[in-house]
Structures are given as structure tokens and as C-alpha cells.
């Protein structure tokens, strides 16, 4: 196994936040009663609604972001119904068919930056009444996105008026949500998010957690029944307190959006110096994923060292890779993947 100075490659390789390991070590005689009705639960769930006053939300926790968007889009939509996500959302490429093969088309949408706005999807809308089409009754994004990219608020609002004047669910895949919410220019509170979709996630994964996602649901009609989906779908977890005493500790002190904006620091820092040595990026950086074009002989170089994606062609001398930086990410090891690509 080659012996890699440093991992790039996503941004869950490492385990998780000291704090969750102390809470998981003093609580662990702790008698609790299972299925997430366990104290530590009841109050991750309330830290999570208190940032969203005002607003009637159910909470629910599951291990995973493909069985949180699993769960949500086939308890959501009706066979003949789709899912609207752009081609790199994970739905689409990244989770086996998971959501196809529950019944539900996803109808792909191409575009550059991993955003979908209102002129990409409206003709979908050519769709509705014809019994020989499937009917589009949600929309997936996911912020930030597979690109790293940000939606600001008028672009998600923008999206939301266009949902709900066509009866369609707002979903929004958060498994980068507190990077997003950290991010330089970010304009979205959680209490903004909770208002402009329908459900949507956070998660815990990819921002210090063990394990773990919170779906958080908002619209009455999805919340009906969630439950029974959740245990049919294997996600109602005996042991639930493993999950809510994570999310108790990651909203403690507001400590999540602390370590996504760690990260998401990190990242920025390399940006800077890439730039200078005249290379561009596939998109503009502005969270924990960074997209820098390079010629395949310096990638062939860096991955001697570094464990990264090569992510996308760009022609046939150069290629864009995905550089993760995590909320454990040192400094030393962006400093250094900058100092080997000089030499490059």
C-alpha cells in the first residue's frame, strides 16, 4: 500500500471530534430507551429546533447521507413520480441507483457549477399531465454542492417560489450544509434553510462525526408516516443514542459550523498559492473542496505523495482534481501539498 504524506481525498477520513469520543466514553453505562427516544437524543433534537424558531420541525437521525436521501425521496414521492437533480448530484452517480431502483426516476440536469436554477428546470414542467411521462414532484439540490460550490439566499429562495407555485418538494442534501452555512459570502442561516425547503439534512459524516446524518423535515405532509419509512428502511436504530449524542455534542457551542469552517479554511488557504504558480480552477473556491486544473504529469507526481480524486478531463493534456480538506485538516499538510506542487 503506497504510504501516502497526506489524505485529500474526502473529508471523513478521519474519525471524529474528541468531544464525541469523551461523551460516547461517560455515558456509556448510562441506561437509555432505544429507538431514539433516548435522552441525549431528545436533546440534540431541541439544540437543532432552537435554531430555528418558529418553525414546527421534526428531527430525525440516520447513520448515512444515501439512506437519508433513500428514506426522504421514496417516502415523499409516488411511483410514477421523479426526482429533479443536477447530473453531479449524488443521487445520480454516486449511490448504486439507490433511488431508482426504490421506483423513483431521477430526471438529470446538466450544469457547470452543480446548481440548478429555475431556467434549467422549468422545461421540466412539459411533463405534467401527460400520463406517459413521468410527473417531477421534487427538486434535490444539495449545498454546498459535489462541486463545492454555494447557493446564496435570492438563488435558493428563487428555487423555492418556483417549488411551491408548482407543487413540488424542496429537498436540500446538507452532507455539506455546515461548510456551506461557514463558508466566506454565505448569506443562509439554518432558520433560512428551514424556511425555503421542505426537508433537508445535516450532516455529521463529513463534519466531525463518527457517523450520522439529522434529516429535518418541515412540510406536514412529509412528516406523515416518517417514521414507519425510517424502520422499514432499516434506519430506526435500536441504539439511537449513538447518533444523538453525537449531534448533542456537534451543536454544543455551535461547535459543527466551528469545524466546517475549519475546514473550509484550510482550503482557502492553498488557494492563493495555486493561483500563483498559474494554475485555474474547474469552479470558483469558496468552501472545503477545491477543483485545480493541472497537467497529468504534475497530478502523476502529486499522487506519489497525496491521496486525491482526479475528477474530470478537461482536455487531453490536463485534468481537474478534488482536493478535500476536513475539520482535522492541519496546516502543515496544505503547506506542504503547496511546497510539492511548486516543485512540480
Keep these: 500500500m503506497t504510504d501516502y504524506h497526506y489524505y485529500f481525498r474526502d473529508d471523513y477520513s478521519e474519525g471524529c471530534h474528541p468531544a464525541i469520543l ?13 429507538y431514539g427516544n433516548d435522552a441525549y437524543s431528545v436533546e440534540a433534537k431541541r439544540l437543532i429546533a432552537a435554531l430555528i424558531p418558529g418553525k414546527a420541525v421534526d428531527i430525525h437521525f440516520v447513520s448515512g447521507g444515501t439512506q437519508a436521501n433513500l428514506i426522504i425521496i421514496s417516502a ?60 417531477p414532484k421534487m427538486l434535490y439540490i444539495s ?25 413540488w418538494y424542496l429537498f436540500l442534501d446538507g452532507a455539506r450544509l455546515p461548510s456551506a452555512l461557514a463558508a466566506e459570502g454565505s448569506d443562509l442561516t439554518l432558520a433560512d434553510i ?34 414507519y419509512h425510517l424502520k422499514q428502511k432499516g434506519a430506526l436504530l435500536a441504539k439511537g443514542r449513538v447518533l444523538g449524542l453525537q449531534f448533542r455534542e456537534l451543536f454544543r457551542d455551535n461547535l459543527i459550523v466551528k ?19 498559474g494554475y485555474s480552477f474547474l469552479v470558483p473556491p469558496c468552501s472545503n473542496q477545491l477543483f485545480p486544473i493541472l497537467p497529468y504529469p504534475v497530478i502523476e507526481g502529486l499522487a506519489r505523495k497525496y491521496l486525491f480524486h482526479t475528477w474530470q478531463q478537461v482536455d487531453r493534456q490536463h ?6 480538506t476536513s475539520w482535522a485538516t492541519p496546516a502543515e499538510a496544505c503547506a506542504a501539498f503547496v511546497k510539492d506542487l511548486e516543485f512540480l
Design 319 to 324: 485534468a481537474a482534481i478534488r482536493l478535500v
Design 22 to 34: 469523551t461523551a460516547l466514553q461517560e455515558t456509556t453505562l448510562s441506561q437509555q430507551i432505544g
Design 143 to 167: 449545498n454546498t454542492t459535489e462541486l463545492g460550490t454555494l447557493y446564496r439566499k435570492t438563488e435558493l429562495a428563487a428555487l423555492s417560489d418556483f417549488c411551491r407555485t408548482h407543487g
Design 194 to 227: 428551514a424556511e425555503l425547503t421542505d426537508v433537508f439534512y445535516i450532516g455529521g459524516t463529513k463534519n466531525g462525526g463518527l457517523l450520522g446524518e439529522a434529516i429535518v423535515i418541515t412540510h406536514p405532509e412529509l412528516k406523515k408516516g416518517f417514521s
Design 76 to 135: 415523499a414521492l409516488r411511483s410514477y413520480e421523479s426526482v429533479v437533480s443536477a447530473q453531479t448530484g449524488h443521487i445520480n452517480g454516486h449511490e448504486a441507483g439507490a433511488i431508482e431502483a426504490s421506483g423513483r426516476r431521477v430526471e438529470v440536469v446538466h450544469t457547470p457549477d452543480g446548481k440548478l436554477d429555475v431556467s434549467r428546470i422549468s422545461p421540466l414542467l412539459r411533463q405534467l399531465g401527460n400520463p406517459s411521462s413521468t410527473q
Design 259 to 277: 469545524l466546517a469552517g475549519h475546514a473550509n479554511a484550510r482550503a482557502m488557504e492553498m488557494v492563493p498559492a495555486i493561483e500563483k504558480l
